[in-house]
């Protein structure tokens, strides 16, 4: 019997990249090793990650934007076991389930022009469900998505991806996608124009490059999508509960979308769970008969532990005032980056809201290091930004990450518990590495030319 997972854990712990090579996905151990992330995570705890040698690690990507609660959060640890200790009469499918009613009145008293919530078990499947929704609603095929959007891998979700990278192989996509340049207004109005579209999907901040629309851009794109009988879906599954300062990114700009998508932190960082927030009129003519009371769905969603998550994250982001956390701490880091984008001519710019920042890096003007950047170029587009994010890893115990392929920009997606220590930390961290990348020859750029070659011989 494997009752002590812990012990398990512990056991086999050593052995993860081997089983993993064999069993699961190779290449991912190979990219962990070629950049030196074999560590070996073994516990972690708010905003912080632990090696099995003991050493802490700040975590600034938060299992891609999970963890806004911290990880391994009491209060969620507490509802689960409630659930667990309870004996619940967890999916009984023939009847509805009490959590979820309380989940979705605790969700729509955040976002109170919604008035009914659809719970699925992951952002992809939250983007499918407005896809479906969208098209059943209006009766309309199209969809317009932008450039560089990221809403999930799953086919329909991909077929908004606004990355050739992980399109590339897997077509023929969704017909009746059109992709626009993001914060385009002219693009969208064109597109919308046919009368022929569904709804047009857009992150308030995109994921990929951290990218902030202009500051009219999202209340005309509801304004042109109510013009054109279209429906506004923002997809708030990174931005989300808190994490750029506000409940919704969205509020920042006082827009009320029809469809609001979220998932990841809902889950408190350990039970999958998404859930689409919409008008009651799309709802309604989706589930419009008895006969079609199950014509959308999933088995799992709606399940008690995902719900008790739920539950307990609205809790903790409220108990503990960690919205307005996420605004003083972006803030913080905000102020401390635009400096160094003063003072360090590889620093082209920096943005963010809230706990979502970006620091992007550009072509330098200086002879020296224009020979190095340009050589990093051209082995690999956005090379660059590993000299940053290796040696805030293995010098700094910093995790993060780029913000994209081929992108120039380093992201910070932390727990919004960050604390004002922990943020002067992270910026002494960003200032030291980004002054030694400044000299040239030196040890990042040694690193540099470790990267290309390995470039290199991975094209061979
Ligand atoms: C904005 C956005 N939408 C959708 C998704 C897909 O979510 P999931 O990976 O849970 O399917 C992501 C995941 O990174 C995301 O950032």
């Known amino acids: 019997m494997t009752d002590d997972v812990a012990a398990l854990f512990a056991q086999r712990e050593p052995d993860r990249f081997a089983m993993h090579s064999r069993h699961l996905n190779e290449q991912m151990v190979r990219v962990l090793k070629t950049i030196g992330y074999d560590v070996g ?7 912080y990650l632990y090696d099995r040698e ?3 690690y700040l975590d600034l990507l938060s299992g891609f934007g999970v963890f806004a609660i911290g990880r391994n959060h009491p209060a969620v ?4 076991k409630s659930v667990l200790d309870s004996d619940l009469p967890n999916l009984v499918q023939m009847d509805v389930s009490t959590l979820a009613g309380v989940l979705a009145e605790r969700l729509l008293a955040h976002v109170p022009y919604l008035d009914k919530v659809f719970f699925v078990n992951s952002g992809s499947e939250a983007v499918e469900t407005a ?4 098209r059943g609603a209006t009766g309309r095929p199209g969809i317009v998505y932008c450039d560089h959007a990221f809403h999930g891998l799953s086919y329909g979700a991909l077929s908004l991806n606004g990355d050739e990278i992980f399109r590339g192989g897997f077509e023929p996509l969704l017909p009746d996608c059109v992709r626009i340049p993001f914060n385009d207004l002219a693009a969208l109005e064109e597109a919308l124009r046919s009368r022929n579209v569904a709804a047009f999907i857009a992150e308030p901040i995109q994921g990929k490059g951290v990218n902030i629309p202009s500051d009219d851009y999202l209340k005309t794109v509801a304004e042109l999508c109510r013009r054109y009988g279209t429906l506004f879906v923002a997809d708030e599954i990174q931005t989300g509960l808190g994490r750029t300062g506000r409940f919704l990114a969205v509020e920042h700009w006082n827009v009320e979308p029809d469809m609001v998508l979220i998932s990841k932190s809902l ?10 927030l919409t008008r009651r009129h799309i709802f309604e003519k989706i589930f419009n008969r008895m006969d079609r009371a199950v014509v959308h769905g999933s088995t799992f969603a709606k399940n008690d532990l995902a719900m008790a998550c739920g539950i307990a994250t609205l809790d903790v982001l409220k108990s503990e005032g960690l919205i307005e956390n996420a605004a003083q701490r972006g803030e913080q880091l905000l102020r401390a980056f635009a ?5 360090y001519e590889l620093v082209s710019d920096v943005r963010g809201k809230g706990l979502m920042i970006g620091m992007e890096f ?3 003007t200086s002879f020296k290091l224009k020979a190095s950047w340009n050589l990093l170029e051209a082995a690999n587009k956005g090379l660059f930004c590993q000299l940053i994010t290796i040696p805030l890893f293995k010098e700094h115990q910093i995790l993060s990450q780029v913000a994209g392929h081929a992108s120039h920009t380093v992201k910070l997606l932390p727990p919004l518990v960050l604390s004002p220590v922990d943020c002067e930390y992270i910026i002494k961290a960003f200032d030291g590495v980004i002054a030694a990348s400044h000299r040239v020859p030196g040890a990042v750029w040694s690193l540099g030319k ?4 390995h470039a290199i011989r991975a094209r061979a």
């Open 41 to 47: 995570f073994c516990r972690g705890t708010g905003q």
């Open 131 to 134: 896809i479906k929704f969208a």
């Open 54 to 56: 003991g050493r802490r």
């Open 77 to 80: 640890r507490t509802a689960l």
């Open 450 to 453: 470790t990267l290309v070659d």
């Open 339 to 343: 400096d160094m984008k003063e003072r």
């Open 362 to 364: 550009g072509a330098p």
């Open 267 to 276: 889950s408190g960082g350990h039970v999958p769970v998404g859930a689409v």
